[in-house]
């Protein structure tokens, strides 16, 4: 966890051992509350910013490794989550201690869950195949027509009007818009490479009327290469169409790992690219002008004098964190500058 990316000190919170910790997620209305899964089944919640956990009890939610829990915009007591390894829809409504199964009509294999900040009465849910929409606060679902593929992320249009919100989501193979809340969906994004897209974020600020997205396409690179052909794009008409922001590589082998997007509505020209793994001076980076420069704020070697990682127990031991697993990456949604 970093408190503030510009103080460009890394602070270590939380769990440690039994297996990665995955998906997690900040409150908008607290930001000590925290939700976390363990790909070894357990679910977690802190009330303190990260530095201590409860495991919850089985029964009332099972970690799930693959999707990561939702806050309600504007009521700081439900939550919605995936449960289990079969991803079927949970809500809490005291702040994730309690939970209990809800959404007649949306199947298991949940991959994102989103609520419209605007309008939460309104949310989407994409899973393994597909897009599916509630009009009742997840009550009741339905299937979304006009698209398929496992969903990489949503982003509600806060400049569009709540009667016709456009929503912008991205699957591996493409990006797609709906103009009438996510009930259906056509293909867009003139200006893509066909490479797959590993990563999608969007940021909208009706204030000041940008709304930016943000895709990270990547595949191998030549054959032998150290890096892979990373490459992160840009729409600010709502996803018609890209321009690219350059390259952003993997190291190679790493084509396939898990690439983070984050950016905030509070700061849509604000965003992180996190790698798939821990390197000297590639892991974070940071840019303050949509993409268009860049600039490492994680260094992870103990000889280097940049090195800003808190010591824990893993790089107490070891002198680098190289090589190890990017397993989760999440923003503060009121504030830019705190990631885990």
């Known amino acids: 966890m970093k408190a503030d990316t510009d103080e460009g000190r890394w602070q270590s919170v939380g769990l440690s051992g039994g297996g990665g910790t995955e998906m997690p997620a900040i409150s908008p209305h607290d930001p000590n509350l925290m939700l976390i899964n363990c790909d070894m089944s357990g679910a977690y919640r802190s009330t303190d910013g990260g530095r201590h956990w409860q495991m919850l009890n089985w029964r009332q939610l099972t970690g799930c490794a693959l999707c990561a829990p939702a806050f309600h915009p504007t009521d700081p007591n439900v939550v919605f989550a995936a449960y289990s390894q079969a991803a079927t829809l949970r809500i809490s409504h005291d702040k994730g201690v309690t939970w209990q199964p809800v959404g007649s009509g949306l199947p298991g294999g949940l991959r994102q869950i989103v609520v419209d900040p605007d309008a939460p009465r309104r949310m989407l849910a994409g899973t393994t195949d597909g897009v599916f929409h509630s009009l009742?606060?997840?009550?009741?679902?339905?299937?979304?027509?006009?698209?398929?593929?496992?969903?990489?992320?949503?982003?509600?249009?806060?400049?569009?009007?709540?009667?016709?919100?456009?929503?912008?989501?991205?699957?591996?193979?493409?990006?797609?818009?709906?103009?009438?809340?996510?009930?259906?969906?056509?293909?867009?994004?003139?200006?893509?490479?066909?490479?797959?897209?590993?990563?999608?974020?969007?940021?909208?600020?009706?204030?000041?009327?940008?709304?930016?997205?943000?895709?990270?396409?990547?595949?191998?690179?030549?054959?032998?290469?150290?890096?892979?052909?990373?490459?992160?794009?840009?729409?600010?008409?709502?996803?018609?169409?890209?321009?690219?922001?350059?390259?952003?590589?993997?190291?190679?082998?790493?084509?396939?790992?898990?690439?983070?997007?984050?950016?905030?509505?509070?700061?849509?020209?604000?965003?992180?690219?996190?790698?798939?793994?821990?390197?000297?001076?590639?892991?974070?980076?940071?840019?303050?002008?949509?993409?268009?420069?860049?600039?490492?704020?994680?260094?992870?070697?103990?000889?280097?004098?940049?090195?800003?990682?808190?010591?824990?127990?893993?790089?107490?031991?070891?002198?680098?964190?190289?090589?190890?697993?990017?397993?989760?990456?999440?923003?503060?949604?009121?504030?830019p500058d705190r990631l885990l």
């Open 136 to 335: 009742d606060g997840g009550e009741t679902w339905r299937s979304s027509a006009g698209m398929s593929g496992q969903v990489r992320g949503f982003h509600f249009d806060r400049t569009s009007p709540q009667a016709r919100r456009v929503c912008i989501t991205a699957t591996a193979q493409g990006i797609f818009r709906s103009e009438d809340g996510g009930i259906t969906w056509e293909s867009i994004g003139a200006g893509l490479d066909e490479l797959p897209i590993m990563a999608f974020a969007g940021a909208s600020n009706a204030g000041t009327g940008e709304c930016r997205l943000y895709a990270w396409l990547d595949g191998p690179g030549e054959q032998g290469a150290k890096l892979s052909r990373g490459i992160i794009f840009r729409s600010d008409d709502r996803g018609t169409t890209w321009q690219s922001l350059g390259p952003m590589p993997v190291w190679g082998g790493e084509e396939q790992g898990n690439h983070y997007l984050l950016v905030t509505d509070m700061a849509p020209g604000r965003l992180y690219a996190v790698k798939p793994i821990f390197t000297k001076d590639d892991t974070v980076w940071r840019s303050d002008d949509a993409g268009a420069s860049w600039r490492p704020i994680a260094f992870t070697f103990k000889s280097d004098s940049r090195y800003n990682l808190q010591d824990n127990y893993v790089n107490s031991w070891f002198q680098s964190m190289q090589g190890w697993t990017t397993c989760a990456a999440a923003i503060d949604p009121k504030n």
